[in-house]
């Protein structure tokens, strides 16, 4: 089960929400001599039978399908040629609920339960002819999903349902009206109440995939619910993902949008109080299913917008993987190293064995997680096993209490915790990535359906970008390898600076691909979305041309009226959500503008309004900061001989250098929430071969880190690249740019900002970052250049 076992009251919970959300046929009773189906959100198991008693029948087969069905303390029932089929989310009891089956005169009694949660226990009893037989307490959920209890060869017997054995013929109708109403109930609550949503979406998208008929419901439920794991199952601050906005949504094409949902919206509120068919009841249907050709302008660029980030998302996984697969590649060349060459020398220097042992875990398990997210799963898993068995063994070996014991557990808790976060970080990314691909090639979506199915998303409540942990891997590791880097043993210390690369850069992938799942099933709802919308035209049109004057609505067509009404709706809230992110981002504190999908399209809109002025926004984040922002002109960050070694004899030999600017570099010190406008990169005596300009290529990987009052912040977005050209003169012809090192001047020519379009939508970037600095060699010598300085200018806050 997914998340906190929060306790709601229920009946009281559906019964607002079906109000204020105006929820079609939420529920519908269905009693006479051969069945009695109640389909409700909440059923109350005691009320079900006081209906059954006053309806007059006695009906062979009793379904009940809801979310919740509750029992009440005292509550029993005997089955006598009968079946009793509960099938809902959660069933709750306050005492055991006992269900008597009378087996004396036939074998007809059946009892079936279907539930994802239990909370109390249920527990059969088989009245036979030869006496009572008491059966197996149930106190959990079903694993296989139901559980009934029969007989067989003339004895009760209780086994277990598969999904796929759920559904009985005289339900289908039922149970897909169901778990339609269930996905509403989710879509609606989904921003207010996540932990519930969640589990509402497990559900539904374990029994919706088992019905060819439901895969519109299948994938928007699996989407919602890839989406809100990524989104609660990461730290709050730190895999958040920045989207570029499209300054055309937020004006003209959301004003034309809102006015067309509005009207929908009016026209659906009046459609919904006719409770028969009137000819005003079909105009209105007919209205409803209208073409609108200012919600297909808005959605498309809206649509084309999600995809844009989507690609950016993933470009920033892209690029984070080569960081990773860099990293592990060094990791495993000095593994080899150390385990030919270092271990003997730590014997001869006779280092402690158990110091070996834990140096050549910390390097084997860097390998193995790396290897996890990057390379090969299964042998990467292999890898950081063995180490974790190292580290344990030392753990048991040394003495309780003692310094090495603690360090050692505190790394093995730390690094079972990563490779199990690895494990299931890894199937959310590659589930979010086939529901795309199935959504984008929605004519095989069903082919796919099955394999999405089978994907369990259980995080155990892990934080999926793992901050912490990779914090603890990093800080253990420097613990242990303390005392030989300070007695200058050999591969210490390169024991320590692999293991850092890789801590630091799997913690960037993991915060990327969290950041790319959200983006990923942002693009495949509103592309879902459309493509329904589309799909379902004719479907609606035959619906409404079917319908009978003085008859009740048909339930089918009022819940798909209601969910392109939530559609529409949806369709504000995702630009309005997107705008949220980006101000995120802007201010490091959430917006006060907080849209809610219960609200109406009017609500939405002034939100929309109020985001894009963006006074209030702009007051309150101005009035939180500890110090209003200051401008920011030239800081500088160098890379030489100095302070980057290796970094810069790279640049110097292939002309790129590829660094990381830590939150901790002193060129930074006591400030914070930095952002940028402008960076120029200058290289120090570099010789032209050709012509009198350089150029550089600037670039970061699409992780940003930030900080204000020291709190840190991670963000994803698209990776930037930027170019930034130069000419270098030998004489001062007014104002230079720049002064180099051998008395010759720089101007700039091609400038490196952000361009305003993105900054519109609050993005520009930290200087906390990876960064890649390209030229090209074959027209510029490096050989002889002594330093790389970046220069940057924009905005900063005094943070001490």
Same mark, same amino acid.
């Given at each position: 089960?997914?998340?906190?076992?929060?306790?709601?009251?229920?009946?009281?919970?559906?019964?607002?929400?079906? *109000?204020?959300?105006?929820?079609?046929?939420?529920?519908?009773?269905?009693?006479?001599?051969?069945?009695?189906?109640?389909?409700?959100?909440?059923?109350?198991?005691?009320?079900?039978?006081?209906?059954?008693?006053?309806?007059?029948?006695?009906?062979?087969?009793?379904?009940?399908?809801?979310?919740?069905?509750?029992?009440?303390?005292?509550?029993?029932?005997?089955?006598?040629?009968?079946?009793?089929?509960?099938?809902?989310?959660?069933?709750?009891?306050?005492?055991?609920?006992?269900?008597?089956?009378?087996?004396?005169?036939?074998?007809?009694?059946?009892?079936?339960?279907?539930?994802?949660?239990?909370?109390?226990?249920?527990?059969?009893?088989?009245?036979?002819?030869?006496?009572?037989?008491?059966?197996?307490?149930?106190?959990?959920?079903?694993?296989?999903?139901?559980?009934?209890?029969?007989?067989?060869?003339?004895?009760?017997?209780?086994?277990?349902?598969?999904?796929?054995?759920?559904?009985?013929?005289?339900?289908?109708?039922?149970?897909?009206?169901?778990?339609?109403?269930?996905?509403?109930?989710?879509?609606?609550?989904?921003?207010?109440?996540?932990?519930?949503?969640?589990?509402?979406?497990?559900?539904?998208?374990?029994?919706?995939?088992?019905?060819?008929?439901?895969?519109?419901?299948?994938?928007?439920?699996?989407?919602?619910?890839?989406?809100?794991?990524?989104?609660?199952?990461?730290?709050?601050?730190?895999?958040?993902?920045?989207?570029?906005?499209?300054?055309?949504?937020?004006?003209?094409?959301?004003?034309?949008?809102?006015?067309?949902?509005?009207?929908?919206?009016?026209?659906?509120?009046?459609?919904?109080?006719?409770?028969?068919?009137?000819?005003?009841?079909?105009?209105?249907?007919?209205?409803?299913?209208?073409?609108?050709?200012?919600?297909?302008?808005?959605?498309?660029?809206?649509?084309?917008?999600?995809?844009?980030?989507?690609?950016?998302?993933?470009?920033?996984?892209?690029?984070?993987?080569?960081?990773?697969?860099?990293?592990?590649?060094?990791?495993?060349?000095?593994?080899?190293?150390?385990?030919?060459?270092?271990?003997?020398?730590?014997?001869?220097?006779?280092?402690?064995?158990?110091?070996?042992?834990?140096?050549?875990?910390?390097?084997?398990?860097?390998?193995?997680?790396?290897?996890?997210?990057?390379?090969?799963?299964?042998?990467?898993?292999?890898?950081?096993?063995?180490?974790?068995?190292?580290?344990?063994?030392?753990?048991?070996?040394?003495?309780?209490?003692?310094?090495?014991?603690?360090?050692?557990?505190?790394?093995?808790?730390?690094?079972?915790?990563?490779?199990?976060?690895?494990?299931?970080?890894?199937?959310?990314?590659?589930?979010?990535?086939?529901?795309?691909?199935?959504?984008?090639?929605?004519?095989?979506?069903?082919?796919?359906?099955?394999?999405?199915?089978?994907?369990?998303?259980?995080?155990?409540?892990?934080?999926?970008?793992?901050?912490?942990?990779?914090?603890?891997?990093?800080?253990?590791?420097?613990?242990?390898?303390?005392?030989?880097?300070?007695?200058?043993?050999?591969?210490?210390?390169?024991?320590?600076?692999?293991?850092?690369?890789?801590?630091?850069?799997?913690?960037?992938?993991?915060?990327?691909?969290?950041?790319?799942?959200?983006?990923?099933?942002?693009?495949?709802?509103?592309?879902?979305?459309?493509?329904?919308?589309?799909?379902?035209?004719?479907?609606?049109?035959?619906?409404?041309?079917?319908?009978?004057?003085?008859?009740?609505?048909?339930?089918?067509?009022?819940?798909?009226?209601?969910?392109?009404?939530?559609?529409?709706?949806?369709?504000?809230?995702?630009?309005?959500?997107?705008?949220?992110?980006?101000?995120?981002?802007?201010?490091?504190?959430?917006?006060?503008?907080?849209?809610?999908?219960?609200?109406?399209?009017?609500?939405?809109?002034?939100?929309?309004?109020?985001?894009?002025?963006?006074?209030?926004?702009?007051?309150?984040?101005?009035?939180?900061?500890? *110090?209003?922002?200051?401008?920011?002109?030239?800081?500088?960050?160098?890379?030489?001989?100095?302070?980057?070694?290796?970094?810069?004899?790279?640049?110097?030999?292939?002309?790129?250098?590829?660094?990381?600017?830590?939150?901790?570099?002193?060129?930074?010190?006591?400030?914070?929430?930095? *952002?940028?406008?402008?960076?120029?990169?200058?290289?120090?005596?570099?010789?032209?071969?050709?012509?009198?300009?350089? *150029?550089?290529?600037?670039?970061?990987?699409?992780?940003?880190?930030?900080?204000?009052?020291?709190?840190?912040?991670?963000?994803?977005?698209?990776?930037?690249?930027?170019?930034?050209?130069?000419?270098?003169?030998?004489?001062?012809?007014?104002?230079?740019?720049?002064?180099?090192?051998?008395?010759?001047?720089?101007?700039?020519?091609?400038?490196?900002?952000?361009?305003?379009?993105?900054?519109?939508?609050?993005?520009?970037?930290?200087?906390?970052?990876?960064?890649?600095?390209?030229?090209?060699?074959?027209?510029?010598?490096?050989?002889?250049?002594?330093?790389?300085?970046?220069?940057?200018?924009?905005?900063?806050?005094?943070?001490?």
């Amino acid at each position: 089960m997914y998340g906190s076992t929060q306790s709601y009251e229920w009946r009281r919970l559906y019964e607002e929400l079906e *109000r204020e959300g105006r929820v079609p046929c939420a529920s519908a009773t269905e009693i006479d001599a051969n069945h009695a189906v109640f389909r409700a959100m909440y059923l109350d198991l005691s009320e079900v039978r006081t209906a059954l008693r006053s309806s007059g029948f006695d009906p062979p087969l009793v379904m009940l399908i809801a979310d919740v069905v509750n029992v009440p303390a005292g509550t029993s029932w005997r089955l006598r040629d009968m079946v009793l089929w509960i099938q809902a989310r959660r069933v709750q009891s306050d005492e055991r609920l006992k269900v008597t089956l009378d087996f004396r005169d036939n074998h007809g009694a059946r009892f079936v339960l279907f539930c994802d949660e239990l909370a109390g226990s249920v527990q059969g009893e088989a009245v036979t002819a030869s006496g009572d037989i008491a059966l197996p307490v149930i106190e959990a959920a079903p694993p296989a999903g139901g559980v009934w209890i029969k007989c067989g060869g003339g004895n009760p017997v209780q086994s277990s349902l598969d999904r796929s054995m759920g559904v009985a013929p005289q339900s289908v109708d039922y149970l897909h009206q169901a778990l339609r109403t269930e996905f509403l109930v989710a879509a609606l609550i989904y921003d207010t109440h996540p932990q519930l949503a969640l589990r509402q979406l497990t559900w539904l998208k374990n029994w919706s995939g088992h019905h060819p008929d439901l895969l519109d419901v299948f994938l928007r439920s699996s989407s919602l619910l890839t989406l809100l794991t990524a989104q609660m199952h990461a730290e709050s601050d730190g895999a958040i993902f920045v989207p570029y906005l499209s300054r055309q949504v937020y004006t003209e094409l959301a004003k034309a949008f809102v006015a067309q949902a509005e009207q929908y919206e009016a026209d659906y509120q009046a459609l919904g109080t006719q409770k028969v068919v009137t000819d005003n009841f079909v105009q209105l249907a007919e209205t409803l299913l209208a073409n609108k050709i200012h919600e297909t302008r808005f959605t498309t660029r809206l649509l084309a917008q999600a995809k844009t980030n989507f690609e950016n998302a993933t470009a920033a996984v892209t690029a984070a993987q080569h960081q990773l697969e860099k990293a592990q590649r060094v990791a495993g060349d000095l593994q080899i190293d150390f385990e030919q060459v270092g271990v003997p020398e730590w014997k001869q220097k006779k280092i402690l064995e158990t110091t070996i042992t834990l140096g050549t875990a910390i390097i084997t398990f860097g390998v193995g997680i790396a290897g996890m997210l990057v390379g090969d799963p299964a042998a990467g898993a292999a890898a950081a096993g063995s180490a974790i068995k190292g580290v344990q063994a030392v753990e048991a070996a040394a003495r309780a209490g003692s310094e090495l014991a603690d360090l050692a557990k505190s790394l093995a808790d730390c690094m079972d915790q990563l490779e199990k976060i690895a494990e299931v970080l890894q199937k959310v990314y590659v589930l979010s990535m086939e529901i795309v691909a199935a959504v984008e090639s929605f004519h095989d979506a069903e082919n796919r359906a099955d394999k999405l199915r089978k994907t369990n998303l259980d995080t155990d409540g892990a934080d999926l970008t793992a901050i912490y942990q990779w914090q603890i891997y990093r800080q253990n590791t420097e613990a242990m390898l303390a005392g030989p880097i300070q007695e200058g043993i050999g591969y210490a210390k390169n024991l320590a600076l692999a293991v850092d690369a890789v801590a630091i850069y799997g913690q960037g992938l993991a915060t990327a691909q969290v950041a790319a799942v959200a983006a990923g099933q942002q693009y495949a709802s509103v592309s879902l979305q459309k493509k329904l919308a589309e799909q379902e035209q004719q479907q609606l049109e035959k619906y409404v041309r079917s319908l009978v004057e003085g008859q009740a609505p048909m339930p089918a067509l009022m819940q798909r009226l209601y969910r392109r009404y939530l559609d529409m709706k949806s369709s504000l809230f995702t630009a309005l959500q997107g705008y949220r992110a980006s101000y995120f981002y802007w201010a490091l504190a959430p917006s006060v503008v907080r849209p809610r999908i219960l609200d109406d399209v009017g609500q939405l809109a002034a939100g929309l309004t109020d985001l894009t002025n963006i006074t209030m926004d702009s007051a309150t984040a101005l009035e939180r900061f500890f *110090r209003p922002p200051q401008i920011l002109s030239d800081k500088r960050f160098i890379i030489d001989d100095r302070t980057a070694p290796e970094i810069f004899a790279e640049f110097k030999k292939t002309g790129t250098a590829c660094f990381t600017i830590p939150l901790e570099t002193d060129e930074f010190a006591d400030f914070g929430r930095v *952002r940028l406008t402008r960076v120029r990169v200058w290289i120090e005596n570099a010789a032209l071969r050709h012509g009198t300009s350089v *150029r550089v290529q600037i670039g970061t990987q699409g992780g940003y880190l930030d900080r204000d009052r020291e709190k840190t912040y991670q963000f994803t977005s698209k990776p930037l690249n930027r170019i930034f050209e130069y000419r270098v003169s030998p004489k001062k012809i007014g104002s230079p740019d720049w002064t180099f090192d051998n008395s010759t001047y720089g101007y700039v020519a091609v400038d490196g900002a952000v361009d305003r379009e993105v900054s519109y939508g609050y993005f520009e970037p930290t200087p906390f970052a990876a960064w890649n600095v390209t030229i090209n060699p074959s027209r510029v010598d490096l050989s002889n250049a002594t330093a790389i300085t970046m220069q940057f200018s924009g905005s900063i806050i005094h943070d001490a």
